[in-house]
């Protein structure tokens, strides 16, 4: 799955209604290979801005858990594998640029939605020309921006 197939599934995935931190994740699991819909499904409350706060967006969340699920580990036995501070890291840094429009990585200052305001989702949801468009794109982006970063430590480490 290249990075702009990756972009493709997210805003599909988002438009049909998974939260941000689940189209970016389930987009990089495809893309990997190994799709959990358990963790896909624990990735639902981080949608919002971490349980519907408005704080950090749920689609770097869920590209930086992709990230996690390849390189941590899953018991106390593991060894974590330092790529994943590393990707972590440069994810982060891109998805500071793609935010720079909005002056943050925050939900509030993205969605511009209190999600605890029913007729603000309403608008959000049912309004063509809402700020979803915002959202949309930026888990697009995300992912393609996952995809890529994927792909880069991909070729380095073939040609180590």
Same mark, same amino acid.
């Given at each position: 799955? %290249? =990075?702009?197939?990756?972009? !493709?599934?997210?805003?599909? *995935? ?5 939260? $941000? #931190? ?11 290979? %190994? ?24 689609? +770097? ?14 018991? &106390?036995?593991?060894?974590? @594998? =330092?790529?994943?501070?590393? *990707?972590?890291?440069? *994810?982060?840094? /891109?998805? !500071?640029? &793609? $935010?720079? =429009?909005?002056?943050?990585?925050? $939900?509030? @200052?993205?969605?511009?939605? @209190?999600?605890?305001?029913? @007729? ?5 949801? /049912?309004? =063509? !020309? #809402? %700020? ?9 982006? %995300? ?6 970063? +994927? ?10």
């Amino acid at each position: 799955m %290249t =990075p702009e197939e990756m972009r !493709e599934k997210a805003i599909q *995935l988002f438009k049909e209604r998974f939260h $941000c #931190s689940q189209a970016v994740l389930a987009a990089g699991q495809e893309k990997i290979g %190994t799709v959990n819909e358990e963790v896909v499904k624990a990735m639902g409350s981080f949608g919002g801005g971490l349980a519907s706060s408005g704080r950090v967006c749920g689609a +770097l969340v869920g590209g930086v858990a992709l990230i996690s699920s390849m390189y941590s580990r899953g018991n &106390l036995q593991g060894k974590e @594998d =330092p790529r994943m501070w590393y *990707l972590s890291r440069a *994810l982060v840094k /891109k998805f !500071e640029e &793609l $935010c720079a =429009p909005f002056a943050s990585i925050n $939900c509030c @200052d993205i969605a511009q939605v @209190d999600w605890h305001n029913r @007729d603000q989702v309403r608008e959000f949801y /049912k309004n =063509p !020309e #809402s %700020t979803r468009q915002n959202c949309i794109k930026l888990v697009g982006d %995300t992912a393609y921006a996952l995809g890529k970063i +994927l792909e880069e430590d991909e070729q380095q480490s073939k040609s180590s």
